[in-house]
């Protein structure tokens, strides 16, 4: 049996293989209205990459995240896939002390067999006033 940091690696390889050879072969479509400097997602293959999304305005922490997610289902939407797909999620906040709050709006959106996830707390995001970004990975079925 492979430890899981080797299979997790192992993973990771072949999932860039796949990258490679589909964009290789002009299987990289964009989805959504790109703009000078990003698209809102990427699709190669079978899988879509979403770019960073924001929370809005909402003063608190659950209402950032909560929208950030509304955000990310909507380009789902659009790609033909769903929030069931998602596979990995890198969650972006400004303070640390709003894990929590994150965590529990997360947790309302994927209460069973969550997606992969890492948080990192950054010095600041694009708008001044979000506490919150969202990327995701998602699979898009057959």
Same mark, same amino acid.
């Given at each position: 049996? #492979?430890? /899981?940091?080797?299979? +997790?690696?192992?993973? =990771?390889? $072949?999932?860039?293989?796949?990258?490679? !050879?589909?964009?290789?072969?002009?299987?990289?479509?964009?989805?959504?209205?790109?703009?000078?400097? #990003?698209? /809102?997602?990427?699709? +190669?293959?079978?899988? =879509?990459? $979403?770019?960073?999304?924001?929370?809005? !305005?909402?003063?608190?922490?659950?209402?950032?995240?909560?929208?950030?997610?509304?955000?990310?289902?909507?380009?789902?939407?659009?790609?033909?896939?769903?929030?069931?797909?998602?596979?990995?999620?890198?969650?972006?906040?400004?303070?640390?002390?709003?894990?929590?709050?994150?965590?529990?709006?997360?947790?309302?959106?994927?209460?069973?067999?969550?997606?992969?996830?890492?948080?990192?707390?950054?010095?600041?995001?694009?708008?001044?006033?979000?506490?919150?970004?969202?990327?995701?990975?998602?699979?898009?079925?057959?």
């Amino acid at each position: 049996m #492979l430890h /899981p940091s080797r299979l +997790v690696a192992l993973t =990771l390889m $072949l999932a860039l293989a796949t990258i490679h !050879r589909s964009a290789a072969q002009g299987g990289r479509q964009v989805i959504g209205t790109s703009t000078a400097t #990003l698209s /809102p997602a990427v699709r +190669v293959g079978d899988l =879509l990459f $979403l770019s960073g999304q924001l929370g809005g !305005r909402d003063s608190t922490i659950q209402g950032q995240t909560t929208a950030a997610l509304s955000n990310v289902k909507n380009i789902l939407d659009a790609a033909g896939s769903s929030m069931n797909n998602v596979v990995k999620c890198t969650v972006f906040l400004v303070d640390v002390k709003d894990f929590a709050g994150m965590n529990q709006s997360y947790s309302a959106v994927f209460p069973k067999d969550p997606p992969a996830r890492s948080t990192v707390v950054v010095a600041a995001l694009v708008t001044a006033v979000a506490k919150v970004e969202i990327e995701c990975i998602a699979t898009v079925g057959k």
